[in-house]
């Protein structure tokens, strides 16, 4: 997805909010404690594109780990977990991981919420590939625009815009869509993380409304 159309989406998405966003970092960062979700999506969105800096992405995210943790709406935990990957883009940080290692741990965690936090622990430990840089700028694309269509997004049913699929493999889409819980299980390992092995059959709640 271009910047200029993500900053369109995102200026539908803040409403009056935007032009304080686009003027300020720190605006931007107050914004992710707006009581809306659709400011919040936005507000992240608009520091990912916009505002990044070293100096100010410890408080970008700290304030994410306090919307995937105390958030109600999944919609914005997961736009929130990614940006976390998003900043640690490769880095193998430690403290990262283990924090989202430990979320993958949650079997109460909503499944759009648990598949955004694998997406974040991958990017993490692996950095993003091509095939993950188009799937994540679909999956973005639609999450933005279920966003304006008030309706919640499932990450299990994204659907990829035909520019987005030439020539990706179908296999290699799907393995961009499901989790590789023997990488989790390794990295849970390699972090000292115990508690046995996690796999697809963990209990997962339904996704908020």
């Known amino acids: 997805?271009?910047?200029?159309?993500?900053?369109?989406?995102?200026?539908?998405?803040?409403?009056?909010?935007?032009?304080?966003?686009?003027?300020?970092?720190?605006?931007?960062?107050?914004?992710?404690?707006?009581?809306?979700?659709?400011?919040?999506?936005?507000?992240?969105?608009?520091?990912?594109?916009?505002?990044?800096?070293?100096?100010?992405?410890?408080?970008?995210?700290?304030?994410?780990?306090?919307?995937?943790?105390?958030?109600?709406?999944?919609?914005?935990?997961?736009?929130?977990?990614?940006?976390?990957?998003?900043?640690?883009s490769g880095s193998a940080d430690d403290i990262i991981s283990r924090y989202l290692a430990q979320l993958l741990k949650v079997v109460s965690l909503p499944e759009p919420v648990q598949f955004a936090a694998y997406q974040s622990l991958r990017e993490v430990q692996l950095g993003i590939n091509e095939v993950d840089v188009m799937a994540a700028s679909a999956r973005l694309a639609n999450e933005l625009r279920a966003q304006l269509e008030n309706s919640e997004f499932a990450a299990s049913k994204v659907m990829f815009p035909l520019p987005f699929l030439k020539g990706v493999s179908t296999n290699e889409l799907k393995a961009s869509m499901s989790i590789d819980w023997d990488f989790v299980n390794q990295v849970l390992k390699s972090l000292g993380v115990t508690g046995g092995n996690l796999g697809s059959s963990a209990q997962l709640k339904t996704d908020e409304k």
């Not at 935007?18 to 507000?43: E, P, R, W």
């Not at 100096?55 to 914005?76: A, N, T």
């Open 1 to 88: 997805m271009s910047i200029s159309i993500l900053l369109d989406i995102v200026e539908d998405l803040a409403g009056d909010q935007y032009s304080a966003m686009g003027d300020s970092a720190f605006a931007t960062l107050n914004c992710l404690h707006n009581s809306h979700s659709k400011v919040q999506i936005a507000a992240i969105q608009m520091y990912l594109s916009r505002w990044r800096s070293p100096e100010l992405d410890d408080r970008f995210i700290d304030s994410c780990r306090k919307l995937v943790e105390e958030g109600p709406v999944s919609s914005v935990r997961t736009h929130a977990l990614r940006a976390i990957g998003n900043i640690h």
